[in-house]
């Protein structure tokens, strides 16, 4: 019985890149054989994937304020998906160029004095907005670690980056209500479990009159929309600071929100 | 010891213990971190190259205690609560049969160190206690000895503090001695446990350290030798849970 066992335990419980381990450790999931593809990676096992999968998405449906939680769902429950986007991403010549040369959105690599000198309108100067109005920073979104490959681990952290992009994008406010309305957007264009998960489960904590304009009219236009733009991971945001905010919504296509969504300036 | 306030601890025995302790003066003393300026000179300076084992990493001596003092640090919010979920709540049952063992009564002076969440604490470290020679009639360590740089200068201050007569005891994680609870337990401990630490606590790296401290601890009998090493007599030891954990005694004469 031990026998028949044996292989099934060593693919659930062995480590990605990690030989066949001697008699002695077969069970132990962290060992010098498998080191880690990029800083902060965690190697883990597919049963580790699936523990970690199932006790995020409960965890962060418990405590929604866990965002680490849905970080973690995301990486391990992304990475057929994520494969897909990144394929999508070399097809394409801008996708292909940030693939390349993997740029990075945070306070380090921003030049804050040059995007506040903009016009107002350009994209660059209403990214900043949303910032200064939600008060969030770029700085808030954290390494990727269990994703078992280090291309595709840019790519997720690229999705995470340009999150904010988004909501300057839609127009939409860093509330419950705007969040799902970006969620359901980003699941449509990304197929990403995690995001899909987010766009269902999301709504669970809102009020019957929330969940009405939700479910009439803002799902459908951001599902809409979805369909409609290129994939926004395409976008070479750096690139397109002084771009107007309008000019790129025509040229992906996103309308007018059906309705103001309270918070956004 | 690491139990959520000492008072809880002892209610849980019956109320007989629970006077029997108040009696007790117990001390605790906590954060055991060999990293202050004055442990470092005194380590000889010969030792300032030689490394050692953080979890499967190996770093040197000196990195050791602060390495160690970090994962405390980053595990002290949610200590308890994850002891709980981790060990299914046996690990009360651990120190329940730890306090058995001890019979404490009014007027024992007992020393307790790496005292986690207990009451009333000094700030120490267990290779040089801030306490006289001869002056405890027990010293107690709970899962504590296992993350010190020098477990050999932990046990020597344990006997240099106690009374003659006094009494060592030590509840720590230890080998399984039964094959297939062996495979079971190093299953949940690398599966299951970092897992447990990354969701309810947001921190893999701790909990992926303290599985891997557990395996670099010495077994029963090489730690049983180490007691007696620091002058301890009768020495002896009792596993619990198939070895998971055991309780080691010994004497001072």
Same mark, same amino acid.
């Given at each position: 019985?031990?026998?028949?066992?044996?292989?099934?335990?060593?693919?659930?419980?062995?480590?990605?890149?990690?030989?066949?381990?001697?008699?002695?450790?077969?069970?132990?999931?962290?060992?010098?054989?498998?080191?880690?593809?990029?800083?902060?990676?965690?190697?883990?096992?597919?049963?580790?994937?699936?523990?970690?999968?199932?006790?995020?998405?409960?965890?962060?449906?418990?405590?929604?304020?866990?965002?680490?939680?849905?970080?973690?769902?995301?990486?391990?429950?992304?990475?057929?998906?994520?494969?897909?986007?990144?394929?999508?991403?070399?097809?394409?010549?801008?996708?292909?160029?940030?693939?390349?040369?993997?740029?990075?959105?945070?306070t380090s690599t921003l030049d804050l004095g040059k995007l506040q000198s903009l016009p107002e309108g350009s994209l660059g100067r209403?990214?900043?907005?949303?910032?200064?109005?939600?008060?969030?920073?770029?700085?808030?979104?954290?390494?990727?670690?269990?994703?078992?490959?280090?291309?595709?681990?840019?790519?997720?952290?690229?999705?995470?980056? %340009?999150?904010?992009?988004?909501?300057?994008?839609? @127009?939409? &406010?860093?509330? !419950? =209500? /705007?969040?799902?309305? %970006?969620?359901?957007?980003?699941?449509?264009?990304? @197929?990403? &479990?995690?995001? !899909? =998960? /987010?766009?269902?489960?999301?709504?669970?904590?809102?009020?019957?009159?929330?969940?009405?304009?939700?479910?009439?009219?803002?799902?459908?236009?951001?599902?809409?929309?979805?369909?409609?733009?290129?994939?926004?991971?395409?976008?070479?945001?750096?690139?397109?600071?002084?771009?107007?905010?309008?000019?790129?919504?025509?040229?992906?296509?996103?309308?007018?929100?059906?309705?103001?969504?309270?918070?956004?300036? | 010891?690491?139990?959520?306030?000492?008072?809880?601890?002892?209610?849980?025995?019956?109320?007989?213990?629970?006077?029997?302790?108040?009696?007790?003066?117990?001390?605790?003393?906590?954060?055991?971190?060999?990293?202050?300026?004055?442990?470092?000179?005194?380590?000889?300076?010969?030792?300032?190259?030689?490394?050692?084992?953080?979890?499967?990493?190996?770093?040197?001596?000196?990195?050791?205690?602060?390495?160690?003092?970090?994962?405390?640090?980053?595990?002290?919010?949610?200590?308890?609560?994850?002891?709980?979920?981790?060990?299914?709540?046996?690990?009360?049952?651990?120190?329940?049969?730890?306090?058995?063992?001890?019979?404490?009564?009014?007027?024992?002076?007992?020393?307790?160190?790496?005292?986690?969440?207990?009451?009333?604490?000094?700030?120490?470290?267990?290779?040089?206690?801030?306490?006289?020679?001869?002056?405890?009639?027990?010293?107690?360590?709970?899962?504590?000895?296992?993350?010190?740089?020098?477990?050999?200068?932990?046990?020597?201050?344990?006997?240099?503090?106690?009374?003659?007569?006094?009494?060592?005891?030590?509840?720590?994680?230890?080998?399984?001695?039964n094959p297939l609870i062996s495979r079971l337990y190093d299953l949940y401990s690398f599966q299951v446990i970092p897992v447990l630490?990354?969701?309810?606590?947001?921190?893999?790296?701790?909990?992926?350290?303290?599985?891997?401290?557990?395996?670099?601890?010495?077994?029963?009998?090489?730690?049983?030798?180490?007691?007696?090493?620091?002058?301890?007599?009768?020495?002896?030891?009792?596993?619990?849970?198939?070895?998971?954990?055991?309780?080691?005694?010994?004497?001072?004469?």
């Amino acid at each position: 019985m031990a026998n028949l066992l044996r292989p099934v335990l060593r693919r659930l419980c062995g480590l990605p890149g990690l030989q066949r381990p001697a008699a002695e450790m077969p069970l132990r999931a962290r060992s010098d054989g498998a080191g880690p593809l990029y800083s902060h990676h965690i190697p883990t096992s597919p049963l580790q994937k699936a523990l970690l999968a199932a006790g995020s998405a409960a965890m962060a449906l418990y405590n929604p304020y866990r965002h680490d939680m849905v970080a973690v769902l995301g990486e391990t429950t992304g990475h057929r998906t994520l494969k897909v986007l990144r394929d999508q991403m070399r097809r394409d010549p801008e996708g292909a160029q940030i693939l390349q040369e993997r740029p990075r959105i945070s306070t380090s690599t921003l030049d804050l004095g040059k995007l506040q000198s903009l016009p107002e309108g350009s994209l660059g100067r209403e990214y900043l907005r949303f910032l200064d109005v939600n008060r969030v920073s770029p700085d808030t979104r954290a390494p990727t670690r269990f994703v078992d490959d280090e291309e595709l681990a840019y790519v997720i952290q690229r999705y995470r980056e %340009v999150h904010d992009m988004l909501h300057t994008l839609l @127009g939409m &406010p860093t509330n !419950i =209500l /705007g969040e799902i309305v %970006v969620k359901w957007f980003e699941a449509v264009q990304t @197929g990403l &479990p995690m995001c !899909i =998960l /987010g766009a269902f489960f999301g709504p669970i904590r809102l009020g019957t009159q929330s969940l009405q304009v939700l479910v009439s009219e803002l799902i459908p236009w951001a599902i809409q929309n979805g369909r409609r733009a290129p994939c926004v991971l395409n976008l070479y945001y750096e690139r397109r600071w002084e771009q107007s905010l309008r000019a790129l919504r025509e040229e992906l296509g996103i309308t007018a929100p059906p309705m103001h969504v309270q918070g956004l300036a | 010891m690491a139990a959520p306030g000492s008072c809880a601890l002892w209610s849980y025995c019956g109320r007989g213990w629970s006077r029997a302790m108040r009696g007790c003066q117990l001390l605790g003393l906590r954060s055991s971190w060999p990293g202050d300026p004055l442990s470092a000179r005194l380590l000889s300076q010969e030792k300032r190259a030689a490394e050692t084992h953080f979890g499967f990493e190996t770093v040197s001596e000196e990195e050791k205690g602060g390495k160690v003092y970090q994962v405390f640090e980053s595990v002290a919010k949610k200590y308890d609560v994850m002891n709980d979920m981790m060990s299914l709540g046996i690990h009360r049952v651990w120190k329940d049969l730890l306090l058995w063992k001890m019979r404490p009564l009014p007027g024992t002076q007992l020393l307790d160190v790496a005292g986690g969440t207990g009451l009333a604490w000094v700030l120490g470290d267990a290779e040089e206690l801030p306490f006289d020679d001869d002056k405890f009639d027990i010293y107690t360590i709970a899962f504590g000895i296992r993350n010190v740089t020098h477990i050999d200068q932990a046990l020597q201050e344990a006997h240099r503090v106690l009374k003659p007569g006094g009494r060592f005891l030590c509840l720590e994680f230890s080998q399984v001695n039964n094959p297939l609870i062996s495979r079971l337990y190093d299953l949940y401990s690398f599966q299951v446990i970092p897992v447990l630490g990354e969701v309810i606590a947001g921190d893999w790296k701790s909990y992926q350290y303290l599985v891997e401290s557990i395996r670099r601890f010495p077994s029963q009998e090489e730690f049983k030798e180490m007691i007696e090493d620091a002058g301890f007599h009768k020495v002896t030891y009792k596993s619990l849970t198939s070895g998971i954990v055991a309780i080691h005694s010994g004497f001072k004469l």
